[in-house]
């Protein structure tokens, strides 16, 4: 190794998969690039002396008016392909909750909308949401 090393520098962040007993799936507009106007999971940044979990529920209240507890979230796993972002290096922790169907919902901070979508006839999605919410799918079997 030379003497001098070079550091990637590592984003991390935690998302979440909310799907109803009956097959649906909370959805987010993004209102902010990268993939502004995309639909994608509810999701964000881990603050400086939070768990990715406490993240999770966090970004899922600030984006999509729903409240859980950070102890009802059930990791799915960690995705951290190095080009799952165009941003840069991003690594995400995902959650998935189960839920009743018709909870309220209504889209805040970044969200320009929030929305349930059929898990059979989901919109494109951004980054690599669609592959998180299949590890979610298969994590309930």
């Keep these: 190794m030379s003497a001098i090393e070079t550091f990637e520098t590592i984003r991390y962040t935690a998302d979440v998969v909310v799907i109803t007993t009956n097959g649906y799936v909370l959805l987010i507009q993004r209102g902010w690039a990268p993939y502004e106007g995309c639909w994608a999971l509810p999701g964000g940044h881990v603050d400086p002396g939070e768990t990715s979990r406490a993240a999770a529920a966090r970004e899922l209240a600030e984006e999509a ?37 018709g909870l309220p919902i209504e889209a805040g901070d970044d969200a320009t909308n929030a929305q349930w979508w059929p898990l059979s006839a989901l919109p494109e999605l951004a980054f690599d949401h669609a592959d998180i919410i299949a590890a979610a799918v298969a994590s309930t079997v």
């Design 65 to 101: 008016g729903m409240y859980a507890t950070p102890e009802e979230l059930v990791q799915v796993g960690t995705f951290d392909q190095p080009d799952r972002d165009p941003r840069g290096r991003y690594v995400t922790v995902a959650y998935r909750l189960e839920v009743i169907p």
